[in-house]
């Protein structure tokens, strides 16, 4: 199964506490052996076991019993020998040995039908209350001793039974630690691709529950493999050592078992896999909801909500009630209905009394035992089909996380490169997210080191795309064309852990973490002082913010910024980027949503931030981008202009075009 070898990866790191709880399983099962036998001798050599014939002795000593002033005795057979009979709750004397077979009592007369149909008749005399305590005296002392036996076997089961369930809890949570850590750093490495086909909240729940289907993968397999295996195994060794023919007649039902348990499977996978399909489709949903809750409110999409909400948790629903009906019907209810009717027919047949099989005598004692190795030959199949649906939905979510684990992951290899010098120059590339539908065409452009160019064009020009391309978080792939080289070296030369140690960029929508300021704006770059960080915020204009902060940069940023305006938290997205100092600095729509007096500060620290390093500046408003060496203008994933401001106008080109709309509406810094 190459899904549990996956997870067997995660196990043997803990091979020590496998041991442990493999031993301590087998001396359960061992102990669970043992049990039945300890009760079967209570039963027929002690307590049934005063049917067996009494013989009359002349010496008296500690194994004899005294009645009518005789002694009699089970361990010295002679000649004459005597029986005392249970009938009805009540016990009664023959002085002739009474053979087994159905009996009846008539007065004093006990008539006994043998298996043979040999009908015999016996005087018999009822004891009273002591003389019955004087024939069980002989047996008190062995059966204290074996009742001992039977304490010590539930205490040991008890203590075994704790280390392995201690043991497999400890692997269970360490695994699932391991994968979780693993499923972090491996989706830090994943590329961008994956997370636009998979919503956030469907990847949360595979890191949160669907990694819990490594601890009930092997949980199930502890338990079906070696736990239901040794039960098996050791439920045969008893039944075998009571009656060998009796226990290979159960060989019957396996193949039964198999093509049931193949058909209840084939059902069952179907329907797992919907299961947690839509447990996942749940999850994302909410997390949809949850985070889109204010749009909700404002737009009044209650209702909407709620009904597709609805819909999706009917859904769940009905195929959660599909897998109840199947274990209803064919699984493990079933499993438990047959194990019942076949303990009733054990019973019945045994108990209707003693029967003689092939010259074995069957007892009270053998009918427990058997009765009770076969509840334990039965328990392991019902787990089978318990725990059948459980494997499934382990598989299913186990496959999931591996997905993250084992998914497409981009070179984290680290080396140190020389600082860029900053030149960029993107040869004739051709780009596309999905085959055959480029977003970029044929773009050739040239940034020279220490060179500020602006980026301009409608939304879907492909400005972001072609940042997207020169920070990696696209590699070109079949179908595209092109080159984008730094300092005349293809990009791809390094891997972009390295390569992305020299570029820098500041988002539309800065992401700010549940942190300290200082934490935010350091963030990794651990040799950084608070004292550096605060003068790189005064420099870019940040100094309003400390100021009005009480703890200064110990100040805690809650989740999302929440406790900062969108200017303020562009201003610490733009302190970030310049503490890592990077050779090329991407501003992607940064003053986008920002006030005029914010934007005039950012605009008076790009002045200083931009010395000695390669800016490129996406911008919709174009004031940003004025003192520009260069503007590029791109339309419909074309470069169709290419100039400094005052030149753009002139033309009177798209440049103009979007600066000329940007005046009538009312943007007097554009």
């Known amino acids: 199964m190459k899904t549990m070898k996956k997870v067997w990866r995660y196990i043997s790191k803990y091979k020590k506490l496998l041991f442990i709880s493999l031993v301590a399983m087998i001396i359960v099962q061992a102990l669970g052996l043992i049990s039945p036998l300890i009760v079967k001798t209570i039963l027929d050599d002690y307590l049934v076991g005063i049917e067996k014939p009494w013989y009359e002795v002349t010496e008296q000593n500690e194994n004899t019993v005294t009645y009518n002033n005789r002694y009699f005795t089970q361990e010295i057979i002679t000649d004459d020998g005597s029986s005392v009979v249970i009938y009805e709750g009540g016990y009664y004397f023959s002085e002739t040995v009474v053979i087994p077979g159905n009996k009846q009592l008539d ?35 062995p059966l204290m ?44 490495r994943m590329p961008m691709s994956y997370f636009e086909t998979e919503p956030a909240g469907k990847i949360a729940n595979r890191i949160i529950n669907d990694v819990g289907g490594m601890m009930g993968l092997f949980s199930t397999i502890m338990n079906l493999l070696v736990n239901a295996t040794l039960a098996v195994i050791f439920a045969y060794i008893g039944m075998f050592y009571l009656d060998p023919k009796l226990a290979l007649m159960t060989f019957v039902v396996f193949p039964i078992i198999y093509i049931w348990l193949r058909y209840f499977v084939k059902k069952l996978n179907t329907i797992a896999i919907k299961v947690n399909e839509q447990n996942s489709m749940i999850t994302a949903q909410l997390n949809e909801i949850i985070n889109g809750i204010s749009i909700l409110q404002i737009f009044n999409f209650k209702q909407q909500t709620e009904q597709n909400f609805n819909q999706l948790s009917k859904e769940f ?26 303990t009733a027919a054990i019973v019945f047949y045994f108990g209707n009394g003693y029967l003689n099989i092939i010259g074995f005598v069957v007892t009270a004692g053998i009918i427990y035992a058997y009765n009770d190795y076969l509840s334990r030959l039965i328990e392991p199949v019902g787990t089978l089909f318990r725990e059948i649906g459980n494997l499934q939905h382990a598989i299913v979510r186990t496959e999931r996380i591996f997905k993250i684990i084992d998914g497409e992951q981009e070179d984290i290899h680290l080396e140190t490169l020389p600082r860029f010098k900053g030149k960029i120059e993107f040869d004739n590339v051709w780009f596309s997210y999905t085959e055959g539908h480029p977003v970029l065409k044929g773009i050739n452009l040239i940034v020279q080191p220490g060179e500020m160019i602006g980026l301009v064009g409608h939304t879907g020009s492909g400005k972001s795309s072609l940042m997207s391309l020169l920070l990696r978080f696209y ?29 820098g960029i500041i988002l539309q929508d800065p992401v700010l973490f549940k942190a300290t300021l200082a934490d935010n704006i350091r963030f990794g770059m651990k040799d950084v002082t608070d004292k550096e960080i605060e003068a790189i915020l005064i420099q870019i204009g940040g100094k309003k913010i ?27 997205s733009f302190a970030r980027a310049v503490v890592h100092n990077p050779a090329i600095l991407i501003m992607d729509e940064a003053t986008a949503n920002i006030d005029t007096e914010t934007e005039e500060m950012i605009q008076t620290a790009l002045e200083t931030v931009a010395k000695g390093r390669t800016m490129i500046i996406i911008a919709h408003r174009l004031s940003t981008i004025k003192n520009a060496n260069k503007i590029v203008v791109l339309e419909n ?33 554009s």
Do not use: C
């Open 546 to 572: 400390l100021d009005k902060l009480e703890n200064g940069l110990l100040t805690q940023v809650s989740r999302g910024g929440t406790n900062f305006s969108v200017g303020e938290k562009q201003i610490i």
């Open 317 to 342: 629903v009905q195929e959660k009630l599909k897998e109840t009906r199947l274990h209803l019907t064919i699984g493990w209810n079933m499993i438990r209905l047959i194990g019942a009717l076949v």
């Open 637 to 669: 994933g074309i470069k169709v202009e290419e100039g400094k401001h005052k030149d753009l106008l002139q033309k009177n080109g798209v440049y103009a075009n979007i600066y000329r709309s940007q005046v009538k509406t009312g943007d007097n810094h």
């Open 107 to 141: 007065g004093t007369i006990l008539t006994v039908i043998a298996q043979d149909g040999v009908t015999s008749t016996y005087n018999v005399i009822k004891l009273e209350r002591s003389e019955v305590v004087a024939f069980y005296q002989p047996f008190v002392s």
């Open 475 to 503: 590699d070109f792939k079949q179908g595209d064309m092109g080159h984008i080289y730094i300092d005349d070296e293809d990009i791809t030369k390094h891997s972009k852990r390295s390569y992305r140690q020299n570029i």
């Open 145 to 188: 001793i074996l009742i001992i036996l039977l304490f010590v076997r539930f205490l040991l089961q008890v203590i075994f039974t704790y280390i392995q369930r201690i043991s497999t809890s400890m692997i269970n949570v360490n695994i699932v630690r391991d994968a979780r850590k693993d499923a972090i750093a491996s989706l830090q």
